[in-house]
Nanobody, 128 residues
């Protein structure tokens, strides 16, 4: 059974940084793509960043230049380095995975689509 577990969330002041991790277990083959999404209370899901084949990254406009998505060599851990955090970044962040490499980017860009594999999320709170 595939399991995704996020960690690294927390509370920081504006301008602070956090590094999120997502460990994947129970899956022997590589996923075509993985991504980070976020959702704040009362708001719709929002794509943050996606990576396909462990190399090619795509970012939401608000994440470009501040956030960095990466994947380790064995492709069993996904990371999101976040800098310059703002109160608007407050949300539950969760990782997703999909076998088709372009699916994560498609969902990030269009806002449409679902994932069979996702974690429970890790809370990020940015406030002064």
């Amino acid at each position: 059974q595939v399991h995704l577990m996020e960690s690294g969330g927390g509370s920081v002041q504006p301008g602070g940084s956090l590094n999120l991790s997502c460990v994947i277990s129970g899956h022997t083959a590589s996923f075509g793509c993985m991504a980070w999404f976020r959702q704040a209370p009362g708001k719709e899901r929002q794509g943050v960043a996606a990576i396909r084949e462990g190399v090619t990254a795509t970012y939401a406009n608000f994440a470009e230049g501040r956030f960095t998505i990466s994947q380790d060599g064995a492709k069993n851990t996904l990371y999101l380095q976040m800098t310059g955090l703002e109160p608007e970044d407050t949300a539950m962040y969760y990782c997703v995975a999909h076998p088709i490499q372009f699916h994560c980017t498609h969902v990030l860009v269009t806002g449409r689509g679902e994932f069979d594999y996702r974690g429970q999320g890790t809370q990020v709170t940015v406030s002064s």
